[in-house]
Nanobody
Framework: HVQLVESGGGSVQPGGSLRLSCAISEPPSPGYCVGWIRQAPGQGREGIAGFHSQGRTRYTDAVKGRFTVSKDNTKNTMYLQMNSLKPEDTGLYFC???????????????????????RGQGTQVTVS
């Protein structure tokens, strides 16, 4: 049973930092893709940071230069280091494991349709 568990959220002042972690219980399928998704209050989910198949990272413009995504494949764990946080970064942060495009990852944001998307319960980040 695949489970994703996020941790590390909290409340910080603008300019502060947080580090989110995502523990994946087991790989859902070969070549699966991973990424971080954010849902701001009253808005839909948005992919913000993730990986391409060759290990390159991908970021949405809103977080580029401030957030860093990384992963430890030996521990099935992904991280999101968030620096210079802004009030508009407030939201519920999910990690996602996307099986729709195996070995052809483009962020792991679960937005391509098909396959299966695994998400955790999310961790709240509040910047104020």
């Amino acid at each position: 049973h695949v489970q994703l568990v996020e941790s590390g959220g909290g409340s910080v002042q603008p300019g502060g930092s947080l580090r989110l972690s995502c523990a994946i219980s087991e790989p859902p399928s070969p070549g699966y893709c991973v990424g971080w998704i954010r849902q701001a209050p009253g808005q839909g989910r948005e992919g913000i940071a993730g990986f391409h198949s060759q290990g390159r990272t991908r970021y949405t413009d809103a977080v580029k230069g401030r957030f860093t995504v990384s992963k430890d494949n030996t521990k099935n764990t992904m991280y999101l280091q968030m620096n210079s946080l802004k009030p508009e970064d407030t939201g519920l942060y999910f990690c996602a494991a996307d099986t729709s495009t195996p070995y052809n990852c483009n962020g792991g944001f679960c937005n391509t349709g098909g396959g299966r998307c695994y998400r955790g319960q999310g961790t709240q980040v509040t910047v104020s």
